[in-house]
Structures are given as structure tokens and as C-alpha cells.
């Protein structure tokens, strides 16, 4: 099993977190993983509300090198897992689209590089029964709301590998770790995302809302798959809890930080530091040591 | 809004169809979209208003409005219209018409957010955060939001002192300029 990996733009800086447990828990999982040369930035949203043709053409000069390496694409941030899909989709079925995403980057392009969420490669490449067999810490007692946000699920014909209105995928990955997903109705209920920076205000009531959500069914802590939705459910959750309406402080965990427990993987290699609410008291009350049984054999 | 809003024409409905590629005109006001909306509380149009002002050729209300720069292109929209509409294209149509027409304006952070990120992508070919918020709170003026997180985020290794080159920047700076110019023809 073997991917072009995408990293992304906040892989490098506010979720580093993100990128040392998703590449930890690929390692252990012996799921192979070879950076994609050179890559540049997707453009994200700012791309696509200014420019048809930049919106395109960015993830393309990546999907163009996946495919000079013949390699399936992976990537974790959902923001680009959806920007590299959306190109694909627009030059498989819009001619004017391959034509001018071909003209811009001066390579020709056919949309045929399949691109993976690496939630979807743990769910239906690995499988959640491949990986409760790799479990060494069961996060036994660990009540968990999986929160998938918008484009890891929407729009269906292009991301594709989920229910849009209600996945199930991280579910299924959370109860192989031992731990217990919760039922909750927020799983696809937008974080704000990019509002973060123009729109605070907006983002801390609807992280507010989602944070008390979850706590209300009984979740003591959430698991995301994206960085826009962990930043401003975490970074932003003190504001949050001030401006709307006190809610305990609720750890934001990566599935891949998860995962990674569940695999016996340290604190340090799954880069938990980064958290703005710590994990750490929670998941001692829970028994679940962090110190990792396979510490210093990465 | 107190003036009362006549058809006159429909040049700006069939302009926002062919740019968004989609089929604005389907839209018989369920207001689905609205319900489901997550930044509707803070629009002044809701999605569905948008495609009722759109269907009307209110191209002034549209293009100065502040719901196109609120819309998170969350997608919720797109993904539940009964009609098949692509609200969350749409919005990316408006806004990007409301830059073609070079309209002033006010409050939009949203633009001024799009622009600081694209800067920051054509100079190193990813975005350099630390360089990006800084040129975001340059441009809107607003120097003291969320600067009390910055030292908080630097112990945790959450924002890079210094910019993370792509090899190919050059690369990306040659798309801009050929996007560019294909946008002025």
C-alpha cells in the first residue's frame, strides 16, 4: 500500500500535529508514504471565490507530479482533499476546463490520479478490522463525538467516500481503537472554517454550539480530520466557551492522534504538545498511558 | 431594504448561470438552502434570497453584499438543493464577478483575506501564515484581533518564524501570471 502524499499548507505549521501522527500511524501500519516533490499549495478557498482557472490549475501542477510518479494520492487536510478531488472532477467532465488547466500549466492533465482522505484509507484500504488487530492500547472507555465537518462528506459526487449526511467512516475507525463514537447530530455541521480569520464572532458560536453538542451526548472528547475544524474547535474554544455559553474543557483530537494511541505510539510522536486543551488529564483518567510502548523504535 | 426590486432584465441571471455553470433560474424559493445555512444569523441576504435577487437582476444588492464574503463554502447548500442548484458555486461567481467589476467594497474581510493567501502562494508557493496574517491585518486595519494567541501559538510550534519555500514556486508564479492574463482577454 503505497501513496503520493499531499501534506498541504497547514500540515507544515498549525496542524504539525496532524502530519507527525498521520505519518507515525501510516509507518506502523506499514502503509508507505512518499512526499509528492516540490508540492505547492492548493489554494484552498481563497482560490476557488477568485479564480476559476487558479482554482484548478494549483491542485493540478501536484496531481500532474502524483501522476508522472504513478501513485494514488493521500492527503489528510480535508480542505485540499476537497480542492484535488473538485479539480479532478472539473477536468474529467468540463473540456474547457482540462483545456485551459493544460494551457496554464503547460502540462497536459486527464483528471486520472485517484486522490484518498487518509480516513478513507484507514477505513476502506486498511480496514477497521486490519487495524483493531494492530491495537495494543485499547482506548477502552474513551467516549468520543467524531466530527467530519463539511468536505470530508459534501458534495457527495466529489468527495465521495462517505454519506454526506451521515458518515460513518471515523466511527467505524474510533470503535477499533476500543474507544466508544458517540451518536450526535452536529457530525457535518460547518465549523466556519476560513471564517476563522474575517468572521471570529461567527466561528466561536458555531464552535460553541458543536462543543456543547457533544458534550451533551455524552462525548468527552472529539475527534476531527481536518485542520480548520481542529484549530477552531480548540484554539478558539476558550473564546468560544466565554462568549456563548461555558462548556468543559473538551480535547480535540486527530483521528490519526487516535489511532496512533490505540497503536501503542508516544505523546511525542503524536505531537499531543500541540494541543491547546490538553489531552493528557483525559486520557490518564482513562488509564491510557502516553508514554508508548513503541517509543524510540521510530 | 425598503425600495421595492423590479425585474427589468435578465443579462445578470443568465451571467451568474454561465459562470457558475448551473441553473440559478430552478430555484422555486423552499429555502432549504437558508435553513441549513451555518452563517445565515450573520448574512444580510440568506442563500435563497441571493438566488431570488439574482432571478430579479438586483445586481447592486447581490455584488455589495456582505452574504457572498460570509458563505464558508461548506457546501451544505449544493449537497441538499432539490433542484440540483450549486448554491456554493454560486456564491464563488459572485464573488469573483464582484471583482472583475472592480466594485469598492466595504467590509468584504472576506476579499481582503483571499488576496493576503493568494499573495503569500504566488510568493513561496505555499502559504506562509505568520506572513499572510500579516498582511490581512494590513489590509483591513483590524492589527489586534487574535494577536494575543500569537505567542501561545509559537510555543506550540503552531506558526513558522520563517516562510516554507515550494522548490516550485517559480512554477506557481508562471500560473498566476498565465491565469492572469487569460482572465484580462
Given at each position: 500500500m503505497k501513496y503520493a502524499f499531499f501534506p498541504g499548507c497547514s500540515l507544515e505549521s498549525s496542524a504539525w500535529d496532524f502530519d507527525r501522527s498521520t505519518r507515525a500511524v501510516c509507518r506502523t501500519l506499514g502503509i508507505e508514504l512518499e512526499d509528492i516533490p516540490d508540492w505547492v499549495c492548493c489554494?484552498?478557498?481563497?482560490?476557488?471565490?477568485?479564480?476559476?482557472?487558479?482554482?484548478?490549475?494549483?491542485?493540478?501542477?501536484?496531481?500532474?507530479?502524483?501522476?508522472?510518479?504513478?501513485?494514488?494520492?493521500?492527503?489528510?487536510?480535508?480542505?485540499?482533499?476537497?480542492?484535488?478531488?473538485?479539480?479532478?472532477?472539473?477536468?474529467?467532465?468540463?473540456?474547457?476546463?482540462?483545456?485551459?488547466?493544460?494551457?496554464?500549466?503547460?502540462?497536459?492533465?486527464?483528471?486520472?490520479?485517484?486522490?484518498?482522505?487518509?480516513?478513507?484509507?484507514?477505513?476502506?484500504?486498511?480496514?477497521?478490522?486490519?487495524?483493531?488487530?494492530?491495537?495494543?492500547?485499547?482506548?477502552?472507555?474513551?467516549?468520543?463525538?467524531?466530527?467530519?465537518?463539511?468536505?470530508?462528506?459534501?458534495?457527495?459526487?466529489?468527495?465521495?467516500?462517505d454519506d454526506p449526511e451521515h458518515p460513518t467512516s471515523m466511527d467505524d475507525v474510533v470503535a477499533a481503537t476500543g474507544a466508544e463514537p458517540v451518536a450526535w447530530p452536529y457530525k457535518t455541521e460547518c465549523c466556519g472554517a476560513s471564517l476563522s480569520m474575517t468572521h471570529a464572532g461567527a466561528v466561536s458560536r458555531l464552535g460553541q454550539k458543536l462543543l456543547s453538542m457533544a458534550r451533551q451526548a455524552g462525548a468527552e472528547c472529539l475527534a476531527v480530520a481536518c485542520p480548520l475544524c481542529q484549530v477552531n474547535l480548540d484554539l478558539r474554544q476558550a473564546d468560544a466557551s466565554k462568549a456563548h455559553g461555558t462548556i468543559p474543557q473538551t480535547p480535540v483530537l486527530y483521528i490519526t492522534q487516535l489511532v496512533g494511541l490505540a497503536l501503542g505510539l508516544s505523546s511525542r510522536q503524536l505531537g499531543l504538545r500541540a494541543l491547546t486543551v490538553s489531552a493528557e488529564r483525559l486520557l490518564a483518567e482513562r488509564g491510557i498511558a502516553t508514554v508508548g510502548a513503541r517509543e524510540g523504535k521510530l | 431594504m425598503s425600495a421595492?426590486?423590479?425585474?427589468?432584465?435578465?443579462?445578470?441571471?443568465?451571467?451568474?448561470?454561465?459562470?457558475?455553470?448551473?441553473?440559478?433560474?430552478?430555484?422555486?424559493?423552499?429555502?432549504?438552502?437558508?435553513?441549513?445555512?451555518?452563517?445565515?444569523?450573520?448574512?444580510?441576504?440568506?442563500?435563497?434570497?441571493?438566488?431570488?435577487?439574482?432571478?430579479?437582476?438586483?445586481?447592486?444588492?447581490?455584488?455589495?453584499?456582505?452574504?457572498?464574503?460570509?458563505?464558508?463554502?461548506?457546501?451544505?447548500?449544493?449537497?441538499?438543493?432539490?433542484?440540483?442548484?450549486?448554491?456554493?458555486?454560486?456564491?464563488?461567481?459572485?464573488?469573483?464577478?464582484?471583482?472583475?467589476?472592480?466594485?469598492?467594497?466595504?467590509?468584504?474581510?472576506?476579499?481582503?483575506?483571499?488576496?493576503?493567501?493568494?499573495?503569500?502562494?504566488?510568493?513561496?508557493?505555499?502559504?506562509?501564515?505568520?506572513?499572510?496574517?500579516?498582511?490581512?491585518?494590513?489590509?483591513?486595519?483590524?492589527?489586534?484581533?487574535?494577536?494575543?494567541?500569537?505567542?501561545?501559538?509559537?510555543?506550540?510550534g503552531k506558526l513558522s518564524l520563517l516562510p516554507k519555500r515550494s522548490g516550485s514556486v517559480k512554477k506557481v508564479r508562471e500560473v498566476f501570471r498565465r491565469a492572469e492574463e487569460e482572465a484580462g482577454q
Open positions: 489554494g484552498s478557498t481563497p482560490a476557488h471565490a477568485s479564480s476559476d482557472s487558479l482554482a484548478v490549475a494549483l491542485p493540478a501542477l501536484n496531481l500532474q507530479k502524483a501522476q508522472a510518479a504513478g501513485l494514488p494520492v493521500m492527503t489528510a487536510c480535508a480542505s485540499c482533499y476537497a480542492r484535488l478531488r473538485t479539480a479532478n472532477h472539473k477536468v474529467r467532465n468540463e473540456a474547457a476546463d482540462r483545456e485551459r488547466t493544460e494551457r496554464i500549466t503547460g502540462k497536459p492533465y486527464d483528471g486520472g490520479v485517484e486522490v484518498h482522505h487518509v480516513l478513507d484509507v484507514l477505513v476502506n484500504h486498511f480496514g477497521p478490522d486490519a487495524i483493531r488487530a494492530k491495537v495494543s492500547r485499547a482506548l477502552d472507555g474513551l467516549r468520543v463525538a467524531c466530527y467530519y465537518g463539511c468536505l470530508l462528506a459534501r458534495p457527495p459526487e466529489i468527495v465521495a467516500f | 421595492i426590486l423590479q425585474w427589468n432584465s435578465s443579462d445578470f441571471l443568465e451571467e451568474v448561470q454561465r459562470r457558475s455553470n448551473t441553473a440559478v433560474s430552478a430555484c422555486f424559493q423552499c429555502h432549504k438552502c437558508s435553513t441549513g445555512c451555518p452563517v445565515g444569523r450573520e448574512m444580510d441576504f440568506l442563500p435563497s434570497q441571493v438566488m431570488r435577487l439574482v432571478h430579479l437582476g438586483a445586481e447592486a444588492e447581490v455584488l455589495g453584499s456582505q452574504a457572498i464574503w460570509l458563505c464558508a463554502s461548506c457546501e451544505a447548500c449544493t449537497t441538499r438543493c432539490p433542484m440540483g442548484i450549486d448554491i456554493a458555486a454560486v456564491m464563488d461567481a459572485l464573488r469573483i464577478m464582484a471583482i472583475d467589476r472592480q466594485l469598492v467594497l466595504t467590509g468584504a474581510h472576506g476579499r481582503e483575506f483571499n488576496r493576503s493567501f493568494l499573495g503569500s502562494v504566488r510568493r513561496h508557493g505555499r502559504v506562509y501564515e505568520m506572513g499572510m496574517m500579516a498582511a490581512y491585518k494590513l489590509r483591513t486595519g483590524d492589527l489586534l484581533t487574535d494577536v494575543g494567541k500569537v505567542p501561545q501559538m509559537l510555543v506550540k
